[in-house]
């Protein structure tokens, strides 16, 4: 059953100025040339700073969101994956450490990777794609997280449910046929990931969609591990089809046969592609909702705040329930 709980927020990035994040990188020794740059990034503030070392990205984390060891085991994943000549945007090291703080505001710095917007129906870049992600969960799977949350229907639907509830952006004639389909919702989720258990969870990159993906002379970059976790290996992998049944059956056959390459995959989590995507729905409106305090998000999702938006939204969900009813992939 879900219920309304209280849901805390706050204006996290008061008092970040151009001149606070000057001084932040000066504090780790990284000099400027007096180029910053705001780069896209809601939940975290993140900037490209121009320094005659080299251009730096300089990542400050959202107050209250992780804790320093989950932090901490961020940027171990990530230093895995360099080692393992993987391309990834690894934390800079200044003497011994990777998470620094300047006045109230913790960050990190990474190096610029150059590269472009993916274009997977190239020639073989989604096989290409399939054996990099396939190596980045062979080093995830050399050992657990201890800190970073586990990816499942808990966090991600049952408290994702309760935050909408508890803010102020579901119009309350609305609540009923809100609660009615997201349980409903959950129902089919919880069904779906029993039939694929045992599931063996991995630390995954936990977010892996285009826009977390650069890609250069040697293929696929992969950026922001913000939301590594605990998670099944597809979750790296249904982000990355689009379009009609039969494009998105294509496509997982193209990612599946570079994957294969390099690791195994359960085919029973195919089973779970259209609940992975139920439960990022669910999530994706917790979780602009939840940070609506936050005066970045009413500027970049302005139709949350229309009543019709969630009319739409939980004709959105009431049809992705339906999909739950058929064979993923259409298989």
């Known amino acids: 059953m879900i219920n309304k709980s209280d849901a805390a927020d706050v204006k996290p990035f008061t008092g970040l100025s151009p001149g606070v994040v000057l001084d932040a990188a000066a504090s780790v020794g990284l000099e400027a040339d007096g180029r910053l740059f705001a780069l896209n990034s809601y939940e975290n503030r993140v900037y490209q700073l121009g320094s005659p070392q080299g251009n730096r990205v300089l990542k400050f984390y959202r107050p209250e969101r992780w804790t320093d060891e989950q932090i901490a085991e961020e940027h171990q994943l990530t230093a895995e994956l360099a080692a393992a000549e993987l391309p990834v945007a690894a934390p800079l090291t200044v003497e011994g450490r990777t998470l620094f703080t300047y006045q109230e505001f913790r960050f990190a710095a990474f190096p610029w990777m150059r590269g472009r917007p993916p274009e997977l129906d190239a020639a073989d870049a989604r096989q290409l794609l399939g054996r990099s992600l396939a190596r980045l969960h062979q080093v995830g799977a050399q050992r657990a997280f201890r800190y970073r949350p586990r990816l499942g229907m808990q966090r991600l639907g049952v408290e994702a449910c309760r935050q909408v ?11 009923d046929k809100y609660i009615e389909v997201s349980e409903a919702l959950l129902e089919r989720i919880e069904i779906a990931f029993e039939r694929a258990a045992p599931l063996r969870e991995i630390r995954i990159h936990g977010d892996c969609h285009l826009g977390n993906l650069l890609w250069n002379e040697q293929g696929p970059a992969f950026v922001d591990l913000d939301d590594c976790a605990m998670g099944p290996r597809v979750q790296d992998l249904w982000m990355l089809l689009a379009g009609s049944a039969n494009d998105q059956r294509r496509q997982w056959a193209e990612l ?76």
């Open 256 to 331: 599946l046969e570079g994957y294969t390459q390099f690791a195994d995959f359960d085919p029973r989590e195919v089973g779970l592609i259209e609940p992975l995507r139920a439960l990022r729905m669910l999530h994706h409106a917790a979780w602009v909702s939840h940070r609506w305090r936050d005066p970045a998000f009413p500027r970049a999702f302005p139709w949350f705040g229309e009543p019709r938006y969630w009319e739409g939204y939980i004709t959105d969900l009431r049809e992705q329930r339906e999909v739950l009813e058929e064979p993923p992939l259409g298989l």
């Open 165 to 175: 509830l508890a803010g102020d952006l579901l119009p309350e004639v609305l609540q």
